[in-house]
C-alpha cells in the first residue's frame, strides 16, 4: 500500500498529464497527415467526425499542456480542467478510430485515478489581476463585435455565409494575415462593411496587442532584471524547484555562496532583518522582508514549489516556528536546520526538520580531532558523517 501511495503521487499526475497532451498532440497532427492505421472502429464512425477529431485532438492536446502546468504549480482550477479534459482526449482518441490513438486512449483512462486520489493536493486558489480580467475581456468582446457584426451584415462580404466564416473573417482580420479570401463588397452601397471592418480591425488589433502585454510583460521585466542584476518580487512567480531560506544569520552567508557556486539553483530569502534584505536586494538575490514564519510570506516565494527549505538563523525558537509552518505548507518538502544550542536539536526535529546540524557541536568535534593529527578534511567527513548519523 505504501508503494502504490508513493507511486500514485502529485507528480505521477503531472507526469501523466503531460504524457497525454504530449500524446494527443502526436496522435491529432498523424490523423490530419492521413498517416494512420484503421482502427476496429473505422466503420461505425461517420466520415465528418473522422475528418474533425483530427484537427480537435491536437487543440485538447495544447488545451493540457496549460492544464499540466497550473497542475505543477498546484492550482484548482488545473485540476478541474484536466478532469474535464482527460475523458475528451479519451472520447477523442476512440472517434480516431485509429490503431496509433489506442495508447492515447489507455493513458487517458490510467491518469484519472491518481488525479482524483490527488485532488485535495491542488488547492491553490487562481486569483487574476484586474488588469489581466480587463484584457480579457476587452479581447473577447472585440472578437465577438467583429463576429456578431459580420454575420449580420454578411450581406455585404463575399464568402461568408454563416457564423463560422464570420469568426474566421475576424479572426484572420485581428491577427492582421488577411488572407484575402473574406473581403466587404466595393461600391457606394458598401461603404457601412468598410467602415465596420476597419473598426473591427482598430479594436482587435488594440485588443490582441492589451493581453499579449498582460500576459508577457510580467515575465520579460522578471527575465531582465535578472540579466541586469537586479531582481523584483515578480520573480518570485517564476520560482520552481527552488531553495528556500528562512531568516538570516551568520551560516546565511556562507549557504548562499555555496548555492550560487552551484549556478543551476534558485533560490530565494525570506528574512525580518531590513538592513541584510537591502544587502541582498542590491545584489540581485530574491529576497522578502517579512516574517518567515507567517503563511502569507511562504506561499508568497512558492513553498509548495521548492525542493528544500533551510533555516539556519542564531534563534531556535524562531526557527521551529518557521519549520512548523513551512512543513505545514509542503509536508514533502525537505527541511534542514542548524540548532545553535545542542539541546534544541531533538526539538528543531520534532517541530518537522529532516536533518539538524549543530555547528557548535560539529565544529568542536573537528578541533579535537584536528588537535591529536587528523587531518583537517577528514576530520570534517568523519564528524559530519557522525552528525547525519545522529539525526537519522
Not at 491542488?122 to 473577447?140: H, K
Amino acid at each position: 500500500m505504501e508503494w502504490s501511495r508513493e507511486w500514485i503521487s502529485v507528480r505521477a499526475s503531472v507526469v501523466l498529464t503531460f504524457a497525454v497532451a504530449v500524446l494527443s498532440i502526436v496522435v491529432g497532427l498523424l490523423h490530419i497527415s492521413g498517416f494512420g492505421v484503421e482502427g476496429p472502429l473505422t466503420p461505425y464512425v461517420p466520415d465528418l467526425v473522422l475528418r474533425t477529431v483530427g484537427f480537435t485532438g491536437t487543440i485538447t492536446g495544447f488545451a493540457m499542456l496549460g492544464s499540466g502546468f497550473a497542475l505543477k504549480r498546484g492550482y484548482r482550477v488545473g485540476w478541474f480542467s484536466t478532469a474535464v479534459l482527460l475523458p475528451l482526449t479519451a472520447i477523442q482518441g476512440l472517434m480516431q478510430a485509429s490503431v496509433f490513438s489506442l495508447p492515447l486512449v489507455v493513458l487517458s483512462l490510467v491518469s484519472v485515478p491518481a488525479l482524483v486520489l490527488n485532488r485535495g493536493r491542488f488547492d491553490r486558489e487562481f486569483s487574476p489581476s484586474p488588469t489581466q480580467l480587463a484584457a480579457g475581456a476587452a479581447l473577447g468582446t472585440a472578437i465577438s463585435y467583429g463576429t456578431v457584426g459580420t454575420y449580420a451584415l454578411r450581406d455585404e462580404f463575399e464568402g461568408v455565409e454563416t457564423i463560422v466564416d464570420a469568426f474566421y473573417f475576424t479572426v484572420v482580420t485581428a491577427s492582421t494575415v488577411g488572407y484575402g479570401d473574406i473581403t466587404p463588397e466595393t461600391g457606394a452601397g458598401s461603404d457601412i462593411a468598410q467602415l465596420f471592418v476597419l473598426s473591427s480591425l482598430i479594436m482587435n488589433v488594440a485588443a490582441f496587442a492589451v493581453a499579449l502585454g498582460v500576459l508577457l510583460t510580467p515575465a520579460i521585466e522578471a527575465q531582465l532584471s535578472k540579466a541586469l542584476g537586479k531582481m523584483t518580487e515578480k520573480q518570485f512567480d517564476l520560482l520552481d524547484g527552488h531553495v528556500l531560506v528562512l531568516g538570516y544569520g551568520d551560516l546565511t552567508e556562507p549557504i548562499l555562496e555555496e548555492l550560487g557556486e552551484r549556478g543551476d539553483i534558485d533560490f530565494a530569502v525570506i528574512t525580518t532583518n531590513d538592513t541584510a534584505a537591502r544587502r541582498l536586494d542590491e545584489r540581485g538575490t530574491p529576497v522578502l522582508t517579512a516574517d518567515p514564519s507567517d503563511v502569507e510570506p511562504l506561499q508568497r516565494a512558492h513553498i509548495e514549489d521548492a525542493r528544500a527549505v533551510v533555516v539556519a538563523t542564531e534563534d531556535d525558537a524562531r526557527d521551529a516556528l518557521a519549520i512548523l509552518t513551512a512543513r505545514q505548507l509542503n509536508p514533502d518538502v525537505r527541511i534542514v536546520a542548524s540548532a545553535t544550542q545542542r539541546e534544541n536539536v531533538n526539538k528543531l526535529r520534532r517541530a518537522g526538520a529532516d536533518q539538524v546540524i549543530s555547528p557548535s557541536v560539529l565544529g568542536g568535534h573537528i578541533l579535537i580531532d584536528c588537535a591529536f593529527g587528523a587531518d583537517s578534511a577528514d576530520a570534517t567527513a568523519d564528524s559530519l558523517g557522525e552528525s547525519l548519523g545522529i539525526d537519522k
